[in-house]
C-alpha cells in the first residue's frame, strides 16, 4: 500500500523559514517524480514543484521560485521542501503527491497524496 | 504560465442526472491533461489522466474527453458520492509546470 506522510509544518512569522518532509512507503521511490501541492483555507489546489526521479528535471511555481527549494533523498525515500522568506500568503495545506509515469523526466499528474501538513504564517 | 478555466463554477443536479464539466486552456496543452475530486477534508483523488484514460479504479460513469484547448468530464449518472469539488490539471515541459483550474463545484439539487 503506497503511503505518503507529510511532517514539518506549523506556525512560523513571516520572513522566516521552514523544512517540509514527505516519508514514501509502499512503491518504489526512486522510480517516480515527486511533488508538492498546495491548498490554502477554503481555496483551491496549487502545484508548488515537482523534482524527477534522480533529481534531474525541477519545476517550481512562479510563486515560490526562488523561495523554496524541492529535494529529494532517494535512500531515505524522501522527499523535502525547504521554504524560505515566507509570506502569509504561503498559508495552506501542503500535500505530498506521487507522480503517475514511470521514470523519464517529464512531471505529470499525482496518483496518490499524503494527507498534507499545514503551514501557517503569521506574526 | 498556462491558465485552466473551469466552467461553471457551480453545478447542481440530482442524482441519476448526468454531468458534463468544462475545462478550457489558454493555450494547447494536446492531451495532457488530467481530472481530480476532491471532498471535504480529504485530499483530492485522480480520476482522468492524458483527458481520456480512467484512473485504476475510477467508476465506468467517469469519462473524460477533449484536446488542444477543450476538455471535458462527464459523469453519466450521478451517485450520491459523485457530489464533491472537481479540478482540471494541465502539464507541460519546458520549463517544467503545472497548473490547476480553479475547481468546479458539484451539488445536489
Known amino acids: 500500500e503506497v503511503q505518503l506522510v507529510e511532517s514539518g509544518g506549523g506556525l512560523v512569522q513571516p520572513g522566516r523559514s521552514l523544512r517540509l518532509s514527505c516519508a514514501a512507503s509502499?512503491?518504489?521511490?526512486?522510480?517516480?517524480?515527486m511533488h508538492w501541492v498546495r491548498q490554502a483555507p477554503g481555496k483551491g489546489l496549487e502545484w508548488v514543484s515537482g523534482?524527477?526521479?534522480?533529481?534531474?528535471?525541477?519545476g517550481y511555481a512562479d510563486s515560490v521560485k526562488g523561495r523554496f527549494t524541492i529535494s529529494r533523498d532517494n535512500a531515505k525515500n524522501s522527499l523535502y521542501l525547504q521554504m524560505n522568506s515566507l509570506r502569509a500568503e504561503d498559508t495552506a495545506l501542503y500535500y505530498c503527491?506521487?507522480?503517475?509515469?514511470?521514470?523519464?523526466?517529464?512531471?505529470?499528474?499525482?496518483?496518490?497524496w499524503g494527507q498534507g501538513t499545514l503551514v501557517t504564517v503569521s506574526s | 504560465e498556462i491558465v485552466l478555466t473551469q466552467s461553471p463554477a457551480t453545478l447542481s443536479l440530482s442524482p441519476g442526472e448526468r454531468a458534463t464539466l468544462s475545462c478550457r486552456a489558454s493555450?494547447?496543452?494536446?492531451?495532457?491533461l488530467a481530472w481530480y475530486q476532491q471532498k471535504p477534508g480529504q485530499a483530492p483523488r485522480l480520476l482522468i489522466y492524458?483527458?481520456?484514460n480512467r484512473a485504476t479504479g475510477i467508476p465506468a460513469r467517469f469519462s473524460g474527453s477533449g484536446s488542444g484547448t477543450d476538455f471535458t468530464l462527464t459523469i453519466s449518472s450521478l451517485e450520491p458520492e459523485d457530489f464533491a469539488v472537481y479540478y482540471c490539471?494541465?502539464?507541460?515541459?519546458?520549463?517544467?509546470?503545472?497548473?490547476f483550474g480553479q475547481g468546479t463545484r458539484l451539488e445536489i439539487k
Open positions: 503527491a506521487k507522480d503517475t509515469r514511470l521514470g523519464g523526466m517529464g512531471l505529470y499528474y499525482f496518483d496518490y
Open positions: 509502499g512503491f518504489t521511490f526512486d522510480d517516480y517524480a
Open positions: 523534482i524527477s526521479w534522480n533529481s534531474g528535471s525541477i
Open positions: 493555450q494547447s496543452v494536446s492531451s495532457y
Open positions: 492524458d483527458a481520456s
Open positions: 490539471q494541465q502539464r507541460s515541459n519546458w520549463p517544467h509546470s503545472i497548473t
